[in-house]
């Protein structure tokens, strides 16, 4: 549990950011996206980092049980996957995936938002030990 409240002080706020960023922002993130997807050496930069950044939260924490701490072992999961993705198949879904997903943009903001504010709440639960679902099954 120590290593999935490590992981999450450092990737909860990035991600929290990271979605309100999107839904309020959604023409930089067009823009981001369009021009990243016309550089292939950042597409294969950015699959080696997710995969480099997933072993390492796998590696901290791999564990499923049910608890807000599993949303560090889904994360890294993610990131392996899309690293994996990136690397392997980096022009076609690439391009696929930002054709479909920039008419949805500002949905897709969910995903970080959510990931991003569990772990923060799973930060606040455990540091400041407040009477909550896990902090009552401790």
């Known amino acids: ?4 409240i490590i992981v999450a002080k450092i990737f909860g706020p990035v991600l929290t950011l990271l979605g309100f960023w999107m839904l309020f ?4 993130v067009r ?4 021009d990243f997807q016309k550089t292939p050496s950042m597409l294969y930069m950015s699959a080696v980092m997710n995969l480099i950044f997933g072993f390492a939260v796998l590696g901290a924490h791999h564990h499923w049980d049910w608890h807000l701490s599993v949303l ?3 994360f890294g999961w993610l ?12 022009r076609e879904v690439t391009a696929r995936w930002m054709a479909a997903c920039l008419p949805i943009a500002r ?6 938002l959510i990931l991003g504010l569990g772990m923060l709440w799973m930060l606040w639960c455990h540091c400041a030990c407040m009477p909550c679902v896990q902090c009552v099954a401790r």
């Open 79 to 90: 990131m392996i996957i899309r690293g994996f993705f990136g690397l392997f198949f980096s």
């Open 107 to 112: 949905g897709l903001c969910i995903i970080p």
């Open 25 to 28: 922002c959604p023409d930089d």
């Open 31 to 34: 823009q981001v996206s369009e």
């Open 72 to 74: 560090v072992t889904i």
């Open 1 to 4: 549990m120590e290593h999935a």
